[in-house]
């Protein structure tokens, strides 16, 4: 049996990622998010914990006993502050190490061309802020996966190729769905992708610009 905490479970990704979790009987989800009420109907197939992601004593309460830190965090005012409650709070609970984050596209500058240039432009502050999370999260000294996922679309699939820190990322796009299943294979296969920071595509859909948008 593994145990798993997943933080901002409220969030789009998360929410997919905990049908796979709440499906398989060999794991215990738990659910940290900010509004608990959100979430009641989870109440049988969860232990549900309310707090705010940037206190770190309220996280370690939800941290405890865990095996894994399903991370999947959002806002550009306080993604550090929360990678960095984060790492507090698993630093605290011994025997957790193990985190798989969700961060986002472009913060090694690591997408080329026109949609580099797009996604840049787009994305803003927003690309800045989640940089500094990843790297305090790269400096921690955790089991850590960092996910980039490409601009995500809600397609009922899973399709997707990875690709490693310092590789350039074309692919456009990526389903919710995709990264909730990769995020569910790394809580099934922990010592997986440990130390690495994975970007996430759909292949095929490289271009200026998601299809979509």
Excluded: C
């Amino acid at each position: 049996m593994v145990k798993v905490v997943v933080l901002g479970a409220h969030g789009q990704v998360a929410q997919i990622a905990e049908r796979f979790l709440f499906a398989d009987k060999d794991v215990e989800t738990s659910l940290f998010l900010r509004n608990a009420k959100r979430m009641e109907d989870k109440k049988n197939q969860a232990t549900i914990f309310e707090g705010s992601a940037t206190d770190a004593a309220q996280l370690e309460k939800a941290m405890k006993g865990q095996d894994i830190v399903y991370a999947n965090l959002g806002g550009k005012d306080d993604i550090d502050l929360e990678a960095e409650a984060v790492i507090e709070a698993i630093m605290k609970n011994a025997h957790v190490k193990r985190l798989i984050w969700i961060s986002t596209l472009g913060i090694y500058d690591e997408v080329p061309g026109k949609f580099g240039e797009w996604n840049k432009e787009t994305l803003g502050d927003y690309i800045t802020e989640y940089a500094k999370a990843a790297k305090r999260i790269e400096e921690s000294g955790l089991d850590y996966t960092i996910i980039r996922p490409t601009w995500m679309n809600n397609k009922d699939e899973v399709d997707y190729e990875k690709s490693k820190k310092g590789e350039p990322i074309k692919d456009t796009e990526v389903s919710r769905k995709s990264v909730a299943a990769y995020v569910y294979h790394l809580i099934k296969n922990p010592k997986e992708d440990v130390g690495e920071s994975i970007g996430l595509g759909k292949p095929g859909t490289e271009g200026d610009k998601p299809g979509w948008y």
